[in-house]
């Protein structure tokens, strides 16, 4: 009863106090700031490389294995797997909690950097992406229609939707997936190679110098 007869004996005191604690709450609840994921050291990074044509034994053999020997030399490694698929190898990292996530994706990039000299020739640089909620997608945009092409409907995404994306501050569309791509594979017969004195890097010389892209 002490707190309420002091409260009554000072009123004034009272309604500044309330007041007071008003209009910081307001001020705190405008000022605020707002995400929707909170920051999360996540320890794990996934490094993803692409290469049409080759199968998921190629895919290991030319980038997951040389990419996964570069890692052992960055600290704080936990585990490393990976996943190759037709045209595709996914390499995830995880790290101990305690490594510093920034010094950790320096190093990968790093080592990334110096596996692209195993590389087969054409080869595009891998991606490095770190997996936090940041990275998280926050929507899907299906595009479907029964008029045009697959080829159309993603010609479309990529020229026209995409950029729509891009403009809105503080969101990143990334490129859109799910057309065909085409790949032409040639099975070289190693006896008629033989019999014209010709080597497999000799073939492949001449398909770059004579690949034109014609539409």
């Known amino acids: 009863m002490s707190m ?3 409260a009554l004996k000072r009123p004034i005191t009272v309604v ?3 007041m007071s604690l008003l209009i910081f709450a307001v001020l705190s609840a405008i000022n605020i700031p707002i995400d929707i994921f909170p920051k999360l050291n996540l320890p794990t990074i996934y490094v993803i490389e692409s290469y049409g044509g080759m199968s998921p034994q190629q895919m290991e053999g030319f980038f997951s294995t040389r990419l996964q020997d570069q890692f052992l030399y960055v600290d704080g490694v936990k585990n490393i797997s990976s996943k190759s698929i037709q045209g595709l190898t996914i390499i995830k990292i995880s790290f101990y909690e305690t490594t510093n996530m920034a010094e950790a994706s320096a190093q990968v990039a790093l080592q990334v950097n110096r596996a692209q000299s195993f590389f087969p ?3 595009l640089p891998p991606q490095v992406v770190r997996y936090d909620a940041s990275s998280l997608p926050v929507g899907e945009l299906v595009l479907d229609s029964k008029t045009e ?4 409907i993603y010609d479309l995404a990529a020229t026209r939707i ?4 891009a403009t809105i501050p503080g969101l990143s569309a990334p490129p859109p997936f799910g057309s065909n791509a085409q790949t032409i594979v040639f099975s070289i017969d ?3 190679l033989r019999s014209f004195n010709l080597t497999p890097d000799e073939v492949v010389d001449a398909l770059a110098k004579c690949n034109v892209a014609i539409r």
């Not at 092409?149 to 159309?152: A, M, P, R, S, V």
């Not at 995409?162 to 994306?165: H, L, S």
Request: glycine content about 10%; hydrophobic content about 35%; aromatic content about 4%.
């Open 162 to 165: 995409r950029p729509m994306f």
């Open 121 to 123: 020739p054409g080869a």
């Open 149 to 152: 092409g697959l080829k159309d």
């Open 16 to 18: 500044v106090i309330t």
């Open 190 to 192: 190693p006896n008629k």
């Open 4 to 6: 309420v007869t002091s």
